[in-house]
C-alpha cells in the first residue's frame, strides 16, 4: 500500500513559524490528487484543516496554509500558539495498480516549547 | 449540525467478529459516503472501505479481502462495519468519516472512534 511520508516531530516556540512536509509518489500526490490535512488532539477524532491543498474550512485560522508541488506538500502554521500542539497528518488518493485507495501520512507530533 | 457517533469500545478473542456502527445525523443520509478508517497503536491511519450510504454500494481495500463487511440501514441513518477473523493486528481503533465529494476528496466530519481491543 502507497504512502505518504511526514517527519515524526516538528516544534517551535509560541509565535514560530513551522512547516510539516508530506511526500509521495507519482501514484497519488504527483498524479495531482490533492492533499488533505487534518489535526488530532490526543483522545479527540481528527479534525480537517486544510483541503483540496490550500483550502480552508470556515473556522480554521489564517495562520494554517498549505502548499503543494510536485510529490510533496506542506502545511505551514505560523504565529505558533500553545493550542496548536497536536498531531498533523496528511492524506490523499492513491491510484496505483492495487486499487483506489485512500492514504495517509505517518503523522507529525508538533510541540510549541 | 453533522454528526457521526459511534458508542463504546470492546475486547474480543483472536478469531471472533466485531460489528461497528456509526449513526449519521445532520444531513441528508442518502447524499454522501461514509468511510471506515482505523488507527493501531502507534501507527498510521490506514482506510478500510467505504460504503455509499445512498445506494448500498460498497468497495473496501484489498487488505481486508473477505474479512470486511458494510452494511447500512437507511431508516435509522446507520452505517456498520462488521470484521471477522480478527487477530490481535486488528487492535486499533476504528473511525467512520464522512467524505466530502466521490474519490479525490477529504473526510470532512469523522465520529469519534470505536476502540477494539483483541487479545486472548
Known amino acids: 500500500q502507497s504512502v505518504l511520508t ?4 516538528v516544534s517551535g516556540a509560541p509565535g514560530q513559524r513551522v512547516t510539516i512536509s508530506c511526500t509521495g ?3 497519488n500526490i504527483g498524479a495531482g490528487y490533492h492533499v ?10 481528527p479534525k480537517v484543516l486544510m483541503f483540496a491543498n490550500t483550502n480552508r474550512p470556515s473556522g480554521v485560522p489564517d495562520r494554517f496554509s498549505g502548499s503543494k508541488s510536485g510529490t510533496s506538500a506542506s502545511l505551514a502554521i505560523t504565529g505558533l500558539q500553545a493550542e496548536d500542539e497536536a498531531d498533523y497528518f496528511c492524506q490523499s488518493f492513491d491510484s496505483s495498480l492495487s486499487g483506489p485507495n485512500w ?7 508538533l510541540t510549541v516549547l | 449540525q453533522v454528526q457521526l457517533v459511534q458508542s463504546g469500545a470492546e475486547v474480543k478473542k483472536p478469531g471472533a467478529s466485531v460489528r461497528i456502527s456509526c449513526k449519521a445525523s445532520g444531513y441528508i443520509f442518502g447524499t454522501y459516503i461514509i468511510h471506515w478508517v482505523r488507527q493501531a497503536p502507534g501507527q498510521r491511519l490506514e482506510w478500510m472501505g467505504w460504503i455509499n450510504a445512498g445506494n448500498g454500494n460498497t468497495k473496501h481495500s484489498q487488505k481486508f479481502q473477505g474479512r470486511v463487511t458494510l452494511t447500512r440501514d437507511s431508516s ?3 452505517v456498520y462495519m462488521q470484521l471477522s477473523s480478527l487477530r490481535s493486528e486488528d487492535t486499533a481503533l476504528y473511525f467512520c468519516a464522512r467524505m466530502s465529494g466521490v474519490y479525490d476528496s477529504h473526510f470532512d466530519y469523522w465520529g469519534q472512534g470505536f ?3 483483541v487479545a486472548s
Open chain 2, 76 to 78: 435509522a441513518s446507520t
Open chain 1, 103 to 109: 492514504v495517509f501520512g505517518g503523522g507529525t507530533k
Open chain 2, 115 to 117: 476502540l477494539v481491543t
Open chain 1, 25 to 27: 509518489s507519482s501514484s
Open chain 1, 36 to 45: 488533505n490535512w487534518y489535526q488530532q488532539l490526543p483522545g479527540t477524532a
Open chain 1, 6 to 9: 511526514q517527519p515524526p516531530s
